[in-house]
């Protein structure tokens, strides 16, 4: 069974700096990917950074690029987002999301990935 457990949420003034983190267990050894989501009161979730588990390869929503940083774990199967110069619009329930090869094949990376952890909320007050 594949368990998805983020941790590192809280509240932080904007400016400042946050890590999230994600631990995997029960992910097959050819996951394809994993990545970051979020979603704010009232809006639908979205993408916001995503990481190739086999090459690093990393790739970011606009509104986080150059503030957010992914990175993994190999050997913890875990994966982190280090969040810089949080804004306000920042504040949302973050979830991390794992995704096999066949899922990122045939729908697209991390556009419905295959697993989901609970959420973490980060609130940035201003």
């Known amino acids: 069974q594949v368990q998805l457990v983020e941790s590192g949420g809280g509240l932080v003034q904007a400016g400042g700096s946050l890590r999230l983190s994600c631990e995997a267990s029960?992910?097959?050894?050819?996951?394809?990917?994993m990545g970051w989501f979020r979603q704010a009161p009232g809006k639908e979730r979205e993408f916001v950074a995503v990481i190739k588990w086999d090459n690093g390869r990393t790739y970011y929503a606009d509104s986080v690029k150059g503030r957010f940083t992914i990175s993994k774990d190999n050997a913890k199967k875990s994966t982190y987002l280090q969040m810089n110069r949080v804004k306000a619009e920042d504040t949302a329930v973050y979830y991390c999301a794992a995704e096999t090869p066949t899922t990122a094949e045939s729908k697209g990376v991390m556009t419905h990935p295959d697993y989901w952890g609970q959420g973490t909320q980060v609130t940035v007050s201003a």
């Open positions: 029960g992910l097959p050894t050819n996951t394809y990917a």
